[in-house]
């Protein structure tokens, strides 16, 4: 098993502070910087647009990983491959056509993925897994940072572990919303291979060591298959 990929969320940075708050992520050893994208209508809340974007790539290595929280993403697919997105992805619930998204994000040099919102089933996305690269699975309502983790949401990292065994895919498994270093324990262990986290990166005082703390939790949480608080002995 791979070690999980931590993904700081740049909706928790100090947007005075970008430069600063960038650097930090990438000097904690973050895999990649996952940026949220809201439209104020699929979502009740906005966030910013592809020229933010731009500023951020111009501001670090690190690839970006685009969550689009919009009803119609196809309208922006192109001006967020375009502002450097290394992976866009989009909800299973908004109003354009899935497969036609698909395409589109496909015909760039750029991963593809789609997200699914905690009342939504994951039998919603089954038809369309062979086509993803990544399978984001909200663990909170999307729409804020700083909301309480849903452990239910792991029985849908779990059935995503299952299918993609059964269809040999290639999806990888992330999850977004909540997580910490305590959290992030039930969410490896059910299979979480992208791990997203704003407020536990950017809203501690030590960003380069709280994502040392979520990666070293991570790894635990591979190596052992019980909590370090569960008293049953290991298996
Ligand atoms: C929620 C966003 C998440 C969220 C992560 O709509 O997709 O990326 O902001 O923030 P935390 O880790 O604070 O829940
Ligand atoms: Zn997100």
Known sequence: MKPALIAPSVIAADFGYLRGDLARAEQGGADMLHV??????????????????????????LPLDVHLMLSNPRKFITDFYEAGAANITFHIECDDKITTALHEVSTFDCKVGLAVKPKTPLSAVREYLARIDRLLIMTVEPGFGGQKFMPDMMSKVEEAVAWRKEGNFRYDIEVDGGLDKWTIWPAVRAGAEVIVAGTAVFGQPDAEQAIRDLRDNAAQAVAHLKSPDDPSPKV
């Open 36 to 61: 949220d994208i809201m439209d104020g209508h699929f979502v009740p809340n906005i966030t910013f647009g592809p020229d933010i974007v731009r500023k951020i790539k111009s501001l670090t290595k």
